[in-house]
């Protein structure tokens, strides 16, 4: 890796899978690599080797700084960076460093954030956050975060004010898979039926728990179709989602942090109860927020 | 078995679980037999040596009848037993003969009940109201019946009226089990975590995606104990069933049939709205109810 050689790494390691990127000190990448290795099946002592095994070929005798977010920083992960209370800035003091047993790696963990009243959480997402802002400096207003764990995060002044989390994408992948609606659920897409369990969901949130057998019992008797299921089930999750949140949306200055089909249904959801949200990547914003964090830190440690 | 001789057998043939009461012809039980062999694990050849194996040492030589309910009576199961339409009596009309090659049993099978509009289905519920009617004939008003698939049921002149199906029962062991609340769970209960849960989700049902993930949140950054949050989850999901079911308990003659330590929940949660319910045991009103279906079939063929 001459002329464009290896500067750092960036590291993503979440519940069920982890990224790395090899960094050139002009912020470009040079070289990635994927491992379905997530922290929730490993151990402590494995975490040195399965990184090993995804990055060994970019090293070579030389120490290299390896800087990391996402789970890997909780209590049963690699080291537990401990959490940052809002309101605070998305990423910033120290980053923990992990045990490591080979020399020529130095890796170091972004705190997650929590806040303290109603109690909240959130790891991995404060550096998509960050991400946002070195591109967005100046902006002021909410952004969401749809996922396993989804977030509506209200910024101002660059910091995080608050933050909600709703158990959403668990909740869809849970009801999909281990109760009576497995047997009604489609592979595919129906958007109006999507859009009609929303606005359903949205007007009659409390009934959720009646409208979700409803998809079982159309199947049975009316004919509904898996897609439409399918689709059915997640407008209504999205639906109580948007419900709840709506102080977080409404009137509100919203940016989504989404990828693929779930970051187009956010969006499509939020514009039919007119909020147009600008749209950006959420492995981009992982990316230039671990880019942001390592200036930060090489500020404080120069 | 002379003196007190097998006149028939009742059987109750769940998804996950059976039961088999050997039944004397004063309605008395002489013995019974269960099994785990649920609907759910068989294919249709695989219901008469299951059954066999738990009533095969009650029969001699003489055929017998077996009248049975539930979800054998479904298309996956062992004969398809068609839904009647509410509103009707809870069971009533022929019952579906299944196949079966040992000529000593000749087994039918209880129709479930489905409402059009909204969509609805149950399949041995209707018995268990069956037996509620058989011993409360003049009854009128609202039965309740917690679990897996919790059904609120409107009785009036002996006929099910209408019905709602609330997943409340699979959506607490599908996110006790496949969520990240999964390493927040206890296997206690704590009284006050319910009620305060209970509370919270009949005045904000909408919010709940949010209040799920605050027990794992509040586990971890405040104490939480795992007693509290498997109690406040079952408080949460059972406040947004009543909030939703509202129209069913507010202002009516409401009675449980419920079992163990749900059905007190329930009873518990209903008095905290001011709703004292009536309270019966299920699996005896299922008895009850295969008795009265069998005095029902016996006058039409005779």
Redesign the interface.
Known sequence: MTGSALDWIALDWGTSNCRAWAMARNGSVLTEARSDKGMGQLTRDEFEPALLEMIGPWLDTAPVDVLACGMLGARQGWVEAP?RTVPCTPVGGDAALAKTIDPRLRVRVISGL???N????MRGEETQIAGWLAQNPSFDGVLCLPGT?AKWVQISASEVVSF?????G??F???K?????RHSMGSGWDEAAFEDALTDAMS???????R???I???G???GLSPDAATARLSGL?IG??L???RPYWLGQNVALIGTGGLGAHYARALSLQGVTATSADAEAMTRAGLIAARDGLSEETT
């Open positions: 959490y929590k806040q303290v109603p109690a909240d959480v764990h909600r989390t709703f158990l959403t668990e909740l992948a849970a009801i898979n281990h109760t009576v609606l009659r949130p409390e009934a959720i728990a009646q979700l057998f409803s079982r019992a159309e049975l008797i009316a999750l109580a989602e419900a709840a949140a």
